[in-house]
């Protein structure tokens, strides 16, 4: 049943390194284990992103993608690994990378089949899907959402980084969000050319939609065609995460937030004490995207500063990232010093 299930792709199956690891494929050391099992499905995909290992034009090692090595595997051997990892509860989700190609559709969904025959893991497919229907069958099939990756934030750093119709991808988003709202998903990349105000502006749209977003970091990787560009500055992404966070639980609107000529968050509109209260846990700074997805290392060093952490902060990293984010921002005056230190007065 599996195998027949299985027939009808050729492309190649690959295991983030990680994974591979946390169930037991590999000896591979890790210092945070990946909560979702990662899974590439495809060869060096059609579609030219300027910042991706696996663009047709890149030059990066194809069992690359961002910062992971993604070593090969058997599509049974990957079905198997996922059903038994899910089962004894070291990973609690699986999220299928689809690179583009003329098989790209097909081969989603009987990976999707064959793993929601034999598991109830929840699977999540990240695809460049064209048409409501490929969308719908996936969703049938057993996928719980479909992630549309959007990466670049406005239309014209969209086509200039994608080299793809940004009206066209949006107008598929959207649609798909009013037909499956919940199930649908997308990635925003920070460091591509946009102001936070752009990037926080796409995402409280995406909110209102329903639609969960996962947020990651630029990540320059050498053969591609934006090798040579700089990774945002820590401070900036800080910004975003905070506002994207408080975007999500309902904390603080869109209109309430002030940024400044350049684009640059300023002011969340609350008072110091209040905000480092709501911020004290750290799950602002932690990785967003699917339920129970960390993405270990994704953009980072295992020694380097976190963009996303990837696991629960302990209370002396939460104190001082929110210490640290306070002193980027512009208060209102209150006479009284918090426990992050004199407040600010706005400009």
């Known amino acids: 049943m599996l195998r027949a299930l299985l027939e009808p792709s050729e492309l190649t199956w690959r295991l983030s390194s990680g994974t591979a690891s946390v169930l037991g494929l590999t000896r591979a050391p890790t210092a945070v284990p990946p909560t979702t099992a990662y899974v590439m499905l495809g060869d060096r995909c059609a579609n030219d992103c300027a910042f991706c290992a696996q663009a047709r034009s890149s030059r990066a090692s194809e069992d690359a993608l961002s910062r992971v090595i993604w070593p090969p595997i058997t599509g049974e051997q990957a079905v198997a690994a996922v059903t038994d990892g899910f089962a004894r509860h070291t990973i609690r989700r699986v999220c299928l990378q689809i690179t583009g190609g003329p098989e790209a559709h097909l081969s989603a969904l009987s990976a999707v089949q064959a793993i929601s025959s034999v598991s109830p893991v929840p699977v999540c497919v990240s695809i460049a899907a064209s048409t409501q229907g490929e969308i719908a069958q996936l969703l049938s099939a057993g996928a719980e959402r479909v992630t549309l990756a959007l990466d670049a934030v406005t239309p014209t750093l969209f086509e200039h980084v994608k080299k793809r119709s940004w009206a066209a991808t949006w107008a598929c988003l ?49 053969g591609t065609r934006m ?36 684009g640059t968050l300023r002011s969340l509109s609350m008072e110091r004490n209040a905000l480092a209260e709501l911020l004290r846990s750290g799950e602002a700074f932690r990785t967003r995207g699917c339920p129970d997805c960390n993405r270990p290392y994704y953009n980072e060093r295992p020694s380097g500063a976190h963009y996303n952490y990837p696991r629960p902060l302990t209370q002396a990293e939460a104190d001082r990232e929110v210490s640290s984010l306070l002193e980027m921002l512009d208060f209102a005056t209150t006479g009284s010093e918090g426990a992050y230190g004199q407040a600010h007065t706005i400009v």
Do not use: M
């Not at 959207?174 to 920070?190: C, F, K």
């Not at 460091?191 to 970091?217: I, K, P, Y």
């Not at 945002?232 to 975003?240: E, G």
């Not at 966070?245 to 350049?262: A, K």
């Open 174 to 222: 959207q649609e798909a969000a009013n037909r499956y709202p919940s199930h649908i998903g997308t990635h925003l990349i920070a460091g591509l050319g946009e102001t936070e105000e752009q990037l926080v502006t796409l995402a409280s749209e995406l909110f209102r939609l329903q639609v969960s977003v996962g947020l990651f970091a630029f990540t320059p990787v050498r």
């Open 227 to 262: 090798e040579l560009n700089a990774p945002p500055a820590l401070d900036r992404y800080r910004r975003v995460q905070a506002a994207l966070w408080l975007l999500r639980e309902g904390l603080v609107q869109r209109e309430e937030l002030r940024f400044d000529d350049c």
